[in-house]
């Protein structure tokens, strides 16, 4: 059994944001949980699923997302951040990618970070499948 690792210190809602993305990419259930706060407050809801609450239920959800094959990459678009000193609001739309490349979708995400003594923490993820974009809007044309 290995040591286990001290949490890193998230210095901005940015930083704790690319960590939670870059966990994802990787299926990694730890770097995963130290993006999150460990409180029973936290929620989390994936595209389609039910609202959970508490750092159990937010685990067992990404250790059984992560127990998949695929695996997914983000893009993110259209970022909003409202930030204050001691919590922070991200909205984006992430487009979602197949390990090849390929779109696999997109969803309307929120992300709330809070400032807490060991940096910022994800206390709120919430995706949910978007709207299907207009063919113009999809090939980036401009009108």
Known sequence: ????????IYTSPQDAALAF?????ARDLDAMMAAWADDEDIVCVHPGAP????????RASWEQLFRGDTRLAFRLDEIVLLETVGLAMQSA???VHTGDGKLRGSAIA???????PAGWRMVCHHA??????????NKGALH
């Open 110 to 116: 929120t992300n709330v970070f809070l400032r807490t």
């Open 21 to 25: 993305y870059q966990a994802f990419e």
């Open 128 to 137: 949910s499948p978007a709207p299907p974009m207009p063919a113009a809007e």
């Open 51 to 58: 609202r959970l609450v508490g750092y159990d239920a937010v």
């Open 1 to 8: 059994m290995g040591t286990p690792r001290t949490p890193p």
């Open 93 to 95: 739309i992430e487009h």
